[in-house]
């Protein structure tokens, strides 16, 4: 396995080169991870070509791949992104971290981190969103169903009931799926009209989402129920059985299976462009007694708040001490004291 990987991998570093050539073109990595219910084998992601960027990457199932893969990638390309969310576990070593292994192995080509996970959901809640928008229609009121109700399945439900959607969860463990539903009722904002309920074969569904592992017959039931405007989305790798595509197809109902790429494109533009860049706010204490201090902290009565304590050119207020802000103030003179410091 060993050697195919490093085989794979150079192969693809070698592509990418080639077709950057000459041009000032960048290239980006990911090295993602999943939970599996075996232990499966790495595979390559398709090059994507954005802007000045080509994209491409490998899912991984093992430390043992992060290792020969992180070795081969450094210095070859020039970003790499890596999964940071501890999901993975092999059936035959264990738990593995990618994130601590990049920062270890890691030296020359730049690193940034992302969630995979969390790109799924909102990737998930796009595309519905985008679908129904098409045909001037939105999310509430619809009747959504989540089979599978682990990380994903649990989150894209938060959203969607946020967003109007009825939801209901269906699981293998109908005690869990009952537990969920509750927590989510009881954490979503008191507002929202709609609600998380349990699998009901009963209930019309607008859009089916399927978000477990691998594919399950127990699922023929909620195919074969589906009116045929229903969309249906497979976000795992193979949830339908080669039996439900077919009354699928019968049936005429759109089937997708998601694409997170468009998400995980435009979280690379803004990673690399700075624009999603938390920069910790600071400040700076003057010498009549108080401070400058940027948006985001919590000053002291009579500290003065201005978008950037280095060059200053817009004072928002003066902190009244309580947590908020005055804002009937003698900006000219204020400013005179700080270019005075």
């Not at 084998?41 to 802007?51: A, G």
């Not at 507002?191 to 074969?201: F, G, K, L, P």
């Not at 978000?211 to 989305?233: C, E």
């Not at 997708?256 to 998400?263: C, N, P, Q, S």
């Amino acid at each position: 396995m060993e050697n195919d990987l490093r085989q794979s991998i150079n192969n693809r570093i070698q592509e990418l080169i080639s077709l950057k050539g000459n041009s000032d073109k960048k290239i980006v990595f990911s090295v993602g991870n999943t939970r599996v219910p075996d232990s499966s084998s790495y595979y390559i992601t398709p090059i994507r070509f954005i802007d000045n960027l080509l994209i491409s990457g490998v899912v991984l199932f093992s430390e043992t791949e992060g290792s020969v893969v992180f070795k081969l990638l450094d210095g070859n390309v020039d970003f790499i992104f890596v999964d940071c969310e501890k999901k993975s576990k092999n059936t035959q070593r264990g738990f593995f971290n990618l994130e601590r292994l990049s920062v270890e192995l890691i030296v020359k080509s730049k690193l940034f981190f992302y969630k995979g996970n969390d790109l799924t959901v909102d990737s998930i809640d796009s595309f519905i969103f985008q679908f129904y928008k098409s045909s001037k229609q939105l999310l509430g009121g619809k009747n959504i169903l989540v089979v599978g109700v682990g990380n994903v399945g649990f989150k894209i439900a938060l959203k969607l009931v946020e967003r109007g959607a009825n939801v209901f969860l269906k699981s293998r463990d109908h005690e869990k799926a009952k537990l969920l539903a509750d927590t989510i009722n009881l954490i979503k904002p008191s507002e929202t009209i709609s609600r998380v309920q349990s699998y009901s074969i009963e209930v019309d569904y607008d859009t089916v989402i399927l978000s477990h592992l691998k594919p399950l017959t127990d699922n023929d039931n909620v195919v074969k129920s589906l009116h045929s405007r229903a969309l249906i989305i497979d976000v795992g790798k193979g949830c339908l059985t080669s039996h439900q595509i077919e009354i699928l197809h019968d049936k005429n109902i759109l089937s997708f299976r998601l694409d997170i790429g468009e998400t995980f494109q435009n979280q690379i533009k803004l990673t690399l462009s700075g624009n999603n860049k938390f920069n910790i706010p600071k400040s700076k204490l003057l010498s009549v007694g108080y401070s400058i201090i940027e948006p985001g902290i919590i000053g002291k009565e009579n500290d003065i708040v201005v978008d950037s304590i280095e060059h200053p050119k817009v004072i928002y207020g003066i902190c009244n001490g309580i947590g908020g802000l005055t804002t009937n103030i003698a900006r000219a003179e204020i400013f005179k004291q700080i270019w005075n410091e």
